[in-house]
């Protein structure tokens, strides 16, 4: 397991981008895939997205139209982006990992590492 | 894709067995057996307690088991105890490289 530590603006105004930063510690950035899960308040979990060392982004439908995740392998961090923010997307923002399992040359399907999470409010 | 159909709560003395349900559909937990659940307390991170269907990672109590059938997966808690308190999600991979949670169970040991 890796250490996750995750920072960005906490407070939007509606029709702003989202920004949220995540760094990679205590582990190699490879091999993992690097995701980003939401859970609004009174919800439960929701999966965003995630993106490997490649750059190789897999979205979740709902949201495909206004994310963007990146990866900075020279800091070993990776970003999201959400834009043109309404209420709806007021919530806790976890960054969390996959990890890959060398002996079976896979990708585990569940996020092992998580980060402390973020609440994001999105309010005029 | 929607979320995977959790009850909303269940409940349970001490030394007491619950099971949390999970149903989902074909493109997901009917189709891989991929299920990982969390457990989760306010204010902290969630954590995993079962992968793929029915495995314990290291260091979670052997009172946590899990299963599949069909469309249906599920979280068996025994012996009951009051750390148990939480909320539980369930994950599966929905195909095409995207995962989808469950709507939360909150366990409350009474």
């Known amino acids: 397991q890796v250490q996750l530590q995750q920072w960005g603006t906490g407070l939007l105004k509606p029709s702003e981008t989202l920004s949220l930063t995540c760094g990679v510690s205590?582990?190699?950035?490879?091999?993992?895939?690097w995701t980003w899960i939401r859970q609004p308040p009174g919800k439960g979990l929701e999966w965003i997205g995630e993106i490997n060392q490649s750059g190789g982004t897999s979205y979740n439908p709902s949201l495909y139209s206004r994310i963007s995740i990146s990866v900075d392998t020279s800091t070993n961090q990776f970003s999201l982006n959400l834009t043109s923010v309404t209420a709806a997307d007021t919530a806790v923002y976890y960054c969390?990992?996959?990890?890959?399992?060398?002996?079976?040359?896979?990708?585990?399907?569940?996020?092992?590492?998580w980060g402390q999470g973020l609440l994001v409010i999105v309010s005029s | 894709q929607s979320a995977l159909t959790q009850p909303a709560s269940v409940s349970g003395s001490p030394g007491q067995s619950i099971t949390l349900s999970c149903t989902g559909g074909?493109?997901?937990?009917?189709?891989?057996?991929?299920v990982s659940w969390y457990q989760h307390r306010p204010g902290k991170a969630p954590k995993l307690i079962i992968y793929?269907?029915?495995k314990r990672p290291s260091g979670v109590s052997d009172r946590f088991s899990g299963s599949k059938s069909g469309k249906t997966a599920s979280l068996t808690i025994s012996g009951l105890q009051a750390e148990d308190e939480a909320d539980y999600y369930c994950?599966?991979?929905?195909?095409?490289?995207?995962?989808?949670f469950g709507t939360g169970t909150e366990v409350t040991v009474l």
């Open positions: 074909s493109s997901n937990v009917g189709n891989y057996n991929l």
């Open positions: 994950c599966s991979y929905g195909g095409s490289s995207t995962y989808v």
């Open positions: 793929e269907v029915n």
């Open positions: 969390a990992s996959r990890s890959y399992d060398v002996l079976r040359n896979y990708y585990n399907s569940w996020f092992d590492s």
């Open positions: 205590g582990g190699s950035f490879s091999g993992h895939y």
